[in-house]
């Protein structure tokens, strides 16, 4: 069966730490767990969609080392298309090192590895898998110049373009946004994006309707806690977050973006899309890990929201 949702992007190995606190510049302190957990947002965002009831495809590079081989495995344990993954002869998986602390919150520091090996020829080779798909995803953990093209071929094809721009640390080239649908950035992607400091649902929408300005054509920022804030030249939504008791909110973003993803591709309207993946992202920060927190469908379909 064709993917409905094509996913291009990263593959990471996670390596995940908790601490009481998170260390201060040049501090050195003890950690009280190590766990090795497979990531990355691409990765991330394609388990989120799979377990969530939709075909996912998923476009990347892997290394040829012992992480590599798992990540592909745990690709294929969610019966996500691999077909376009490749293995880069000695070259080294993605890492991230996240730090954890008691009250949930995280650092994270990646290393690409081989994620900046996806190069535009790479997605060139597959562009069947982009031709059959429903929605079409990036991020920013892969080279600027393989999003740019898979932005403007998604475009061409006429699909469902979603950029979640993380890690962003500054504006987008300016000819992306007539590529994409939903531009799906936190509170801090928004300021770096917009150059508005993220800080209030009021100011949530200033940082969106910049990027309006821009070029977008829709907006929905994420502010954990405070819901998220759907802004198009027609219409501004708030959408209050689901109550939850938060433990880890590490893949709580990728969780929202890949499940918005599916139930665009699954018919939904976009305001259902929203509340669906809202509760998909609450019940992700309810557990650890990053792809071990994503919940399934049934999950999600049964969450009463308090």
Known sequence: MQASVVVVGSLN???VT??????????TIFGQSLDTVPGGKGANQAVAAARLGVQVAMVGCLGSDAYGTQLREGM???HIDCRALRTVPEGVSGVALI?????SQNTIVVVPGTNACLVPQDIQAFDEVLQAARVIICQLEVPMDTVGYTLRRGRELDKTVILNPAPASGPLPAQWYAAIDY???NESEAWALSGVAVNSLETAEDAARRLIELGARKV???LGAQGALLVSPQRVVHFAAPRVEAVDATAAGDTFVGAFS???AAGKDEDDAVRFAQIAAAL???REGAQPSIPRLNDVQGFVIP
């Open 183 to 185: 531009v799906i950035p």
């Open 99 to 103: 730090v954890v602390d008691a009250n």
């Open 220 to 222: 929905i920022v994420t």
């Open 76 to 78: 294929l344990a969610e």
């Open 13 to 15: 190995m996670d390596l």
């Open 18 to 27: 908790r601490t009481e606190r998170l260390p201060r510049p040049g501090e």
């Open 284 to 286: 992700s920060v309810t």
């Open 262 to 264: 599916a139930a665009l």
